[in-house]
């Protein structure tokens, strides 16, 4: 797949993994527009990506995504890249009383229902382009799950099944489907679990577009390449490796 001249939207894409997504791909020289449920964010992220295009966009919000669809329909109708990145993790470790279904029910509509929502809706307009893709940024939970993460990891292994089948549905199509999948990255959303020792947002975005010029479709950015080999080995001791725990 090509890096230049796609149009791509990216969801979330005013901070942290998809702000560098979308600078890298800028950089190449595509058309590129970015969501957020913050105005005020994508603002100040505009400010940092010249030519970038937001729309304010909740993924969670159906009402948002038919409008962001008929957007991106009527003004951007060469649309050929979608990178399903927006998601979030809500942190706790299963213990008595902590009621985890509560939180459990927005995680998996954010992170999963959302992403298979907004793809299928686009697909038509994917399938008109002679070359498109999808990006689904999962991560290294979907292969190994985290104490701290219950339901964020099985969203991401939700992500990781669906972007296998959806390869599968569109393979004799023009779209390809990639899935990113990084391991601890020095972010926002990471803050509260020891982000600040993970790798930075650009190191996985360089990843991403290098893996799309080479045809790599699972993309074990970092860490995830090391948990992988592990889970061949058996998978109790990928997770005792995610999760820091002493072979
Ligand atoms: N950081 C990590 O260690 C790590 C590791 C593996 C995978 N990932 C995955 O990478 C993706 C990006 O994570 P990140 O670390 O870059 O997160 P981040 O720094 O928190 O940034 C999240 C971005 O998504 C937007 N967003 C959040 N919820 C949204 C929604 N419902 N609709 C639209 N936009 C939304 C945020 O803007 P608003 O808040 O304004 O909406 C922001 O632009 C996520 O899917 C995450 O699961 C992260």
Redesign the pocket.
């Known amino acids: 797949m090509k890096t230049s001249n796609n149009t791509i939207l990216i ?10 997504i979308a600078k890298a791909f800028l950089k190449k020289g595509n058309r590129v527009i ?5 105005a005020q ?2 603002e100040k ?1 505009a400010s940092a990506l010249p030519g970038v295009t937001t729309l304010v ?5 159906e009402a ?1 995504v038919d409008k962001l669809t008929e957007t991106i329909r009527t003004r951007f109708p060469q649309l050929n890249v979608l990178v ?6 809500a942190y706790h470790k299963l213990e008595p009383g902590v009621e985890t279904w509560k939180a459990a029910a927005d995680e998996m509509h ?2 999963y229902i ?1 992403v298979i929502r907004l793809t299928e809706k686009l697909l038509p307009i994917l399938q008109q382009q002679p070359s498109a893709a999808v990006v689904n ?5 979907a292969y190994a799950p985290g104490l701290h993460i219950p339901t ?1 990891s099985a969203s ?1 292994a939700a992500l990781h099944s669906y972007s296998k089948i959806l390869r599968l549905a569109l393979k004799d199509t023009g779209i390809q489907v990639f899935e ?11 803050a509260a ?1 020891g ?1 600040a020792s ?1 790798i930075a ?1 650009e190191v ?1 975005a360089q990843d991403l577009l290098s893996s799309m010029e080479q045809q790599v479709f699972s993309i074990h950015t970092g860490n995830t390449a090391k948990i992988y080999e592990a889970l061949k080995v058996s998978p109790i001791a990928a997770m005792n490796a995610l999760n820091g725990i002493p072979a």
């Open positions: 969801t979330g894409g005013s901070a942290g993994i998809g702000f560098a970015i969501t957020g449920r913050d964010r994508l992220a966009s909740d993924v969670s919000s948002d399903n990145n927006a998601g979030y993790a954010t992170n959302s940024v999962s991560s290294i939970a964020y991401k990113l999948m990084p391991p601890l990255v020095n972010t926002d959303f990471s679990i982000g993970g947002p996985v």
